[in-house]
């Protein structure tokens, strides 16, 4: 078989959502010595950016994305792996702190941001959710990350937010560190009053944002 | 008035309603059916994990904190539910493992249990105060309309929300998160406020506490 048909079947397993086969590529280009960041890069991140397309154009819903996002996890747990045998890592997009902000415990939100981050080639630590904020900043310096994403899902919490882009301020981290924010009452008005980054409606919008903050 | 604790609900919940729920009731949605099947093989898993408990307790005016929603009302029925945390505790699991869209759904279960738990509770203490005499309002809960959510920490005053597993936390979050709060007024006099009523809204046709059509 081609290299490219073969990248071309990776790339329909990770459209059509289907485990199995993605994870049965993703062992056959181990087994033929692939270069796998190559594999990945040609094979399964088309994919899933065809899965952002097809959700764009109202073609595709949260289940087709969730599932897509499942599959290239499922590859990426059998290529990573192997690349760090070799003494190599997956190239990145940028590394992203997640977690629901103190005194909030929701986590579904949360958690469909940090699989559309990590499909979309994120490296996504997930500090679960009700998490003290000062560790948001503490973690985001240990990991040297990129992205700092806050969630809360109550009017009550939302203020937590804005504490850790102050905590950033006084820290001199503000625009080294970015900091997204997302959950349903927070608004675009309420991330530019406090400062912040970038909003994310939903789980895709969040990746776009995300890409958007890298670049700049 | 004395406490009130129940454990007698009737939870079932549709696998058409749990698309709505997830935002796909379009009609061109084309794997609808796919959905409704992968839906209806986790329900008797789902349904294992739910726990539905209620308390209640109706107080008179002068036992309340004035709030102004309080005004006008003869008593106030205050309620708590939940269908506990297993089943929420199950739908990050999975998420945890990689089943997004499984934990997508027993979440989305759990969402319109709790409302189904509340619906029944709502027509019991409703059904009560007619017997009293009096006209119930509909239900409403915490951080709706001009009652703030900070009003959370008077229903926990005034109910002991640890007998039935709710924990109130300092935001004002409930823990379960599948958990409702309400208060329900009793009247005098008929209200109106010129909607359809919660049962009439309910999706559960076959509520044994089902009231009005």
Redesign the interface.
């Given at each position: 078989m081609r290299i490219e048909d073969l990248f071309e079947q990776m790339k329909k397993s990770i459209i059509n959502g289907n485990k199995e086969e993605a994870e049965r590529l993703a062992r056959e280009a181990i087994n033929k010595g692939l270069d796998l960041n190559e594999v990945i890069n040609k094979g399964y991140v088309p994919g899933i950016q065809e899965v952002g397309r097809l959700w764009e154009e109202g073609e595709y819903?949260?289940?087709?994305l969730?599932?897509s996002?499942?599959c290239m996890?499922?590859a990426m747990?059998i290529l990573e792996p192997e690349l760090v045998k070799s003494g190599d890592k997956r190239k990145t997009e940028g590394k992203v702190i997640i977690g629901t902000v103190e005194?909030?415990?929701?986590?579904?939100g949360k958690?469909?941001v940090a699989?559309m981050l990590t499909a979309n080639g994120f490296e996504v630590i997930d500090l679960g959710a009700d998490v003290p904020l000062n560790m948001f900043v503490d973690k985001a310096l240990e990991e040297q990350a990129n992205i700092i994403c806050l969630s809360a899902l109550?009017?009550?919490?939302m203020i937590g937010q804005k504490k850790v882009v102050d905590m950033l301020k006084e820290k001199s981290l503000k625009g080294k560190i970015k900091v997204m924010v997302g959950g349903a009452p927070v608004t675009k008005e309420w991330a530019e009053r406090i400062e912040a980054d970038g909003y994310g409606e939903n789980a895709m919008e969040a990746v776009k944002v995300a890409k958007n903050l890298m670049s700049r | 008035m004395e406490i009130v604790i129940l454990d007698e609900f009737m939870v079932d919940v549709a696998p058409d309603d749990l698309i709505r729920v997830l935002g796909l009731k379009r009609k061109d949605y084309p794997k609808k059916e796919e959905i409704k099947e992968i839906i209806q093989k986790e329900i008797s898993e789902i349904k294992k994990l739910i726990e539905p408990k209620g308390i209640y307790r109706i107080i008179d005016y002068e036992e309340t904190n004035r709030h102004p929603i309080f005004e006008n009302a003869k008593k106030i029925a205050l309620a708590i539910c939940t269908i506990g945390s297993k089943l929420e505790k199950r739908s990050s699991e999975l998420m945890r493992e990689n089943q997004m869209l499984k934990g997508l759904i027993y979440d989305a279960y759990g969402s319109e249990a709790v409302e189904q738990v509340a619906c029944q509770l709502d027509s019991i203490i409703s059904e009560q105060a007619r017997k009293m005499g009096f006209y119930p309002s509909k239900r409403f809960s915490p951080g709706y309309g001009k009652w703030e959510i900070e009003e959370q920490a008077f229903i926990f005053k005034i109910l002991p929300g640890e007998e039935i597993g709710v924990k109130l936390r300092s935001s004002f979050m409930m823990e379960p998160r599948k958990s409702i709060s309400f208060r329900i007024n009793f009247y005098n006099e008929p209200v109106n406020n010129g909607k359809k009523s919660l049962c009439a809204q309910c999706k559960m046709k076959n509520c044994p506490f089902r009231k009005e059509e």
């Open positions: 819903f949260l289940p087709e969730l599932t996002a499942e996890k499922s747990s005194g909030d415990i929701h986590d579904i958690n469909l699989a109550l009017t009550t919490t | -």
